[in-house]
Structures are given as C-alpha cells and as structure tokens.
C-alpha cells in the first residue's frame, strides 16, 4: 500500500520570505500524481499544485513550486514570497495513475504552517 | 457552476442516533468520494462511488456505516447507532472522469455527544 509522510508538523517563515515543506512517498507504482493541497481554517480543501510522475520538469504555479525527486520518493513544495494568506494547514497526497489502479488520494498527516507579519 | 455542495456543515448527534451526511457533486461530474478527517490528522479515504454503483468501499469501517450515490438527487453518507469515535470532518470530493483531478466541499463537521 502507498504511504505518504510528511515529517514537519509545523512550519513557521516571515512574510516576505522562502520556506520549504518537506513530503515522501512509498510507492511500487511508476505511474502516479502528486499533489499538495492547503487547508486554511475554513476548513475548504484547496489544491495548490499538481504533478504527473511521467513529468521530469518540476511544476510551478505563481509563486508555489515543487522539488520532485522520483527516485528519492521526495516531493516538498516551496513558496516563495510567503503571504498572510498562506497560513494554513499543507497537505501532501499521492495518487495511483495506473490503469484499473484505485483512484483514492492517500494523504500525509499535514504541515501546519504559520506565517509571522 | 457551483462548487461541490455538503450539507450540513455541522450536525451534532447524540449517541445511538443516526447521522446523514449529503453531498451534491459539481455539475457534471459523476465520480463522488468521501474522505473522513480526524482531528489533528489527514484526510483518510472511505468509499469512492459512481452513479448507482460502488466502485471502491476499501475505506469504509464493516459496521454502522454505509453510501450511497443514487441515479438522481447528492450522494449519502450514512452513520448509524453512531459513537464518539465516529466525530470527524468528513469531506466529500467529486470528479468528472476517471484520473480527472478531484474538487473537494467545505465538509461536514460531525460531533457525537
């Protein structure tokens, strides 16, 4: 079964800042997405940012942007610039991309991230 | 094109009661899922469901709990006899296509007493 961790349970920046969340994966698959998603406290499941394992250029939305080592099972996410906004729970999540594979998200336990005007 | 719809947000039932959980998925879309959160913890996948049929229930505990996603009309969940154990986030999500990308409600807060 695949697993996904994230080893950070808190994360603070100062705004204006860089800061970078750590997730791994465990997966026998080849084929598969990565995800990361926010959770600010309205509680609303947000998706940040998507990457296909095919893919070896790491994707990039605005000032989000992912480290995607396959064979490192590595996939932190950066964001650059950090916002008050940005505040909120960061949830990493795999996806099987194989065909008749489950279609569930397995999730990491979140990083709580905080950031300091 | 209105977003995943969950209702209630929040719904409090006493132990033993019964809890229904809707969710009406983005138009168009005909893949439901529900996720259940407990607190301090990730989203942790129950049933994944298509139009009349469950495709995957590998999530979902043996007892008490059981879904549905019918021809017309949201998706339930449904918690009988619940327990404390069984507060949670639960979180529905909904695609329009196998390997699509998934939209998530706001969740529904359940808190047994």
């Known amino acids: 079964a695949q697993t996904v961790t994230q080893s950070q349970p808190e994360m603070s920046v100062q705004e204006a800042e860089t800061v970078t969340l750590s997730c791994t994966y465990d997966?026998?698959?080849?084929?598969?997405?990565l995800f990361w998603y926010k959770q600010p406290p309205s509680r609303q499941m947000i998706l940040v940012i998507r990457?296909?394992?095919?893919?070896?250029q790491n994707a990039t939305e605005n000032r989000f942007s992912v480290n995607f080592q396959k064979a490192a099972k590595s996939f932190s996410l950066k964001i650059s610039d950090s916002q008050l906004g940005d505040a909120a729970m960061y949830f990493c999540?795999?996806?099987?991309?194989?065909?008749?594979?489950?279609?569930?998200?397995?999730f990491g336990k979140g990083t709580k991230l905080t950031v300091n005007p | 094109n209105a977003g995943v719809m969950q209702n209630p947000r929040h719904l409090v039932r006493r132990r033993g009661q019964e809890a229904r959980l809707r969710c009406s998925p983005m138009?168009?879309?005909?893949?439901v899922y529900w996720y259940r959160q407990l607190p301090e913890e990730g989203l942790k996948f129950m049933v994944y469901?298509?139009?009349?049929?469950?495709?995957?229930e590998s999530g979902m505990p043996k007892e008490r709990f059981s879904a549905e996603f019918p021809k017309e009309g949201p998706s339930i969940l449904r918690i009988q006899q619940v327990v404390r154990g069984d507060s949670a986030a639960y979180f529905c999500?909904?695609?329009?296509?196998?390997?699509?990308?998934?939209?998530f409600g706001q969740g529904t807060r359940l808190t047994v007493v």
């Open positions: 999500a909904s695609s329009p296509l196998i390997s699509a990308e998934a939209f």
């Open positions: 997966t026998s698959e080849s084929d598969y997405y």
């Open positions: 990457q296909e394992a095919y893919k070896q």
């Open positions: 999540a795999y996806r099987s991309a194989a065909q008749g594979g489950s279609e569930k998200l397995v």
């Open positions: 138009k168009g879309h005909s893949h």
């Open positions: 469901l298509q139009k009349e049929n469950i495709i995957d």
